[in-house]
Nanobody, 121 residues
Framework: VQLQASGGGLVQPGGSLRLSCQASGRSFSDYGVSWFRQTPGEERKWVAGISGSGAITYYTDSVRGRFTISRDNTKNTVLLQMNNLKPEDTATYYC???????????????WGQGTQVTVSS
């Protein structure tokens, strides 16, 4: 499985962005997918995850109610809709695929390249 993340950019506080993680390869629905984010000098932190079928979603407390993760297995795509963005959401965002949705980066088998999200006025 290869992952390609896109959709980052510069947005004002309170604005919205939608990140996309496009997968190639077979059996995409066998994998849970998560989004992580990372700022310079800090560890990569788990943000949100979705089960292989898309039936179950998970969020870290700081984004619950503002971010929505979804997937379309017919298109091999996972989306992260980010609303009401805050300056503290500024980071490089990565998508990752693994057999389980967990908050530990080393448990994921495949990673996309990062996409930068900057929230600033």
């Amino acid at each position: 499985v290869q992952l390609q993340a896109s959709g980052g950019g510069l947005v004002q506080p309170g604005g919205s962005l939608r990140l996309s993680c496009q997968a190639s390869g077979r059996s995409f629905s066998d994998y849970g997918v998560s989004w992580f984010r990372q700022t310079p000098g800090e560890e990569r932190k788990w943000v949100a995850g979705i089960s292989g079928s898309g039936a179950i979603t998970y969020y870290t407390d700081s984004v619950r109610g503002r971010f929505t993760i979804s997937r379309d297995n017919t298109k091999n795509t996972v989306l992260l809709q980010m609303n009401n963005l805050k300056p503290e959401d500024t980071a490089t965002y990565y998508c990752a695929a693994g057999r389980l949705v967990v908050d530990r980066p080393h448990d994921y088998d495949y990673w996309g390249q990062g996409t930068q999200v900057t929230v600033s006025s």
